[in-house]
Each structure stands twice: as structure tokens, then as C-alpha cells.
């Protein structure tokens, strides 16, 4: 096997580009902002949501929870969705790393 790209990278980085990759598409903004607003959900409730057919908006919860961002649990014959809040503040604290960094720069931006 070779050498990847993202062998160059640290774990953390790559973790952190997987979940901004995951959340790097309208319709999944969409879901997470909808899993917000409900408790759980199945995947019907989301597609009645969305302008996007079931098995499109299936793939988008698929990309959501491979990088971990949600959570699904079967019960019945359908599936519960939920927002997994670790991950959110993992993303959350990232982000006010970058802000810090940001803020406390002695520099003019360009």
C-alpha cells in the first residue's frame, strides 16, 4: 500500500476535514437543522422535509452518520435519527481554536 494524502496529515486534521466534508452539502445542513427542531425522526419524516427523493436523502443520512455525525437507532421497522452532541462539540471547539487564533494574530490580514 502507498503512502496517502492524507497520511501527511495529522489524525486530528483528518478527522476534522471528515466531519467538515460530511456537513459540506445543503441537504445535510438541512437534515442536522431539522433533527434540531425534533426529538428523533425516521427517515420518512426527513424526506417530507426535503425537495430531494428518499434514496437521495437515505445517502445523504448515510454520509452524516459514517463521519459520526448522527446517530441511528432501529426501532420497528423504521430508523431514529439523532444529532450526536460529542461530536458537535468536538467541531464546535475546533472552531473556537481557529476564532482564538484568529483574534489573537499581532498581524493586519491582507
Known amino acids: ?42 427517515c420518512g419524516d426527513i424526506v417530507s422535509e426535503l425537495p430531494l427523493a428518499q434514496p ?5 443520512l448515510r454520509e452524516l452518520k459514517n463521519a459520526g455525525i448522527i446517530t441511528g437507532n432501529i426501532s420497528g421497522n423504521s430508523i431514529c435519527y439523532c444529532i450526536d452532541e460529542g461530536v458537535i462539540t468536538k467541531l464546535k471547539d475546533y472552531l473556537d481554536v481557529v ?7 499581532n498581524q493586519n490580514c491582507c
Open 1 to 42: 500500500m502507498g503512502i496517502t494524502k492524507s497520511d501527511s496529515f495529522s489524525g486530528h486534521q483528518n478527522e476534522i476535514s471528515l466531519l467538515f466534508k460530511a456537513l459540506g452539502h445543503p441537504a445535510r445542513i438541512a437534515i442536522i437543522e431539522y433533527l434540531m427542531r425534533v426529538d428523533t425522526c425516521i
Open 56 to 60: 437521495t436523502v437515505s445517502q445523504h
Open 99 to 105: 476564532q482564538n487564533g484568529v483574534l489573537n494574530q
